[in-house]
């Protein structure tokens, strides 16, 4: 199961048109109808006001949003003081969707696919890091990877 964050949603629905790409949206489409691509009910709220045709377009699927448990609202919490957050004072990092969104992933050992911007040199804050670099903390341990990467492992071809 891949777990998706907005970032990736809406960064396909902006660079691979429907119009242009019918194949590619009748393949991610089936691959919701399986289950095999959800989204966190955070990330999902996330997707209609920059996207609003996005959003629409996911309305007529069988997307599953997974809403917060306490177990990931825990894991959440517990990411957040890894990361030396304290009290709400998010740096220019992560903010609190976002460590829902990786908690909801480690929570599903599922891949996480986002389209938020990878650190090759991690800030000095931790609070400064991006999704990516979080995942890849020791204690949190998700695999994160892009859009294109997603479509480059399933081996599809439209």
């Not at 242009?20 to 009748?26: A, E, S, T």
């Not at 990931?72 to 004072?89: G, N, P, Q, Y």
Request: include cysteine; charged fraction near 20%.
């Amino acid at each position: 199961m891949l777990v998706f964050d907005a970032s990736s949603i809406i960064y396909a629905w902006d660079n691979y048109p429907v119009e242009q790409f019918p194949g590619l949206w009748d393949w991610i489409g089936d691959q919701i109808d399986r289950n095999l691509i959800q989204i966190p009910s955070v990330a999902y709220t996330e997707i209609a006001h920059p996207s609003p045709d996005c959003a629409a377009w996911l309305e007529t699927r069988s997307l599953i949003r997974i809403a917060m448990t306490n177990n990931i609202l825990l894991d959440a919490l517990r990411i957040k003081i890894l990361l030396h957050i304290v009290d709400d004072k998010y740096g220019a990092g992560v903010g609190e969707n976002d460590l829902f969104i990786i908690a909801t992933a480690r929570a599903h050992r599922a891949i996480l696919v986002s389209d938020e911007r990878m650190q090759p040199d991690l800030p000095k804050l931790m609070p400064n890091y991006k999704i990516p670099a979080v995942c890849k903390m020791e204690g949190v341990n998700v695999e994160c990877i892009n859009f294109l990467e997603f479509i480059k492992r399933s081996g599809a071809v439209f």
